[in-house]
């Protein structure tokens, strides 16, 4: 559990210059918060009748028969807003990069991802700290205003004028 409040604090903090390690911790704490949210369900057909009174000796034969299911507390709207920035990052990547990254910042092994992508385990990983150190850049310069061969390398891939 003390993983992840150091994985919260981090990725609450803002950081002067971003860096791989920074925004592997934004896209792990975004994928966290996405498992908390309540799960949407569909109603069914409403009716106006009243509920059927239960045969009360067989209820509470069956009370506590099922387990409870608890749900990890809703994310706080600092985090929901922290989210939302960094799934407009996602947008940026192609979709295999975004899949990867996404799936590291889901928990999915490497292993489990050598089997889906079929690559090996270290290029995986440089992969995606590839993409990790791409985004940093791409924020940092965005945010001074600045724009390096490496930024406008990756803007230009992503308008697709190779």
């Not at 210059?17 to 911790?25: C, P």
């Not at 939302?84 to 991802?113: F, I």
């Not at 061969?149 to 891939?157: I, S, T």
Request: glycine content about 8%; hydrophobic content about 40%; some cysteine.
């Amino acid at each position: 559990m003390a993983g992840k409040a150091a994985l919260a604090m981090a990725a609450a903090e803002k950081p002067e210059d971003w860096t791989a390690e920074a925004v592997g911790l934004r896209l792990a704490e975004a994928a966290s918060v996405l498992r908390r949210m309540p799960r949407v369900q569909l109603q069914g057909r409403m009716t106006c009748w009243p509920d059927v009174a239960q045969d009360s000796a067989r209820y509470w034969m069956a009370y506590g028969t099922e387990s409870a299911r608890v749900r990890p507390a809703l994310p706080s709207p600092q985090e929901l807003d922290r989210m939302d920035e960094v799934l407009g990052w996602l947008l940026l990547l192609s979709a295999a990069d975004r899949k990867l990254v996404w799936a590291r910042a889901s928990g999915v092994t490497w292993r489990k991802l050598e089997d889906l992508d079929g690559r090996s385990e270290r290029t995986l990983r440089g992969r995606c700290q590839s993409v990790h150190a791409t985004l940093a850049r791409a924020l940092n310069g965005r945010r001074t205003g600045q724009k390096n061969p490496g930024q406008k390398k990756f803007l230009a891939g992503i308008s697709g004028n190779r």
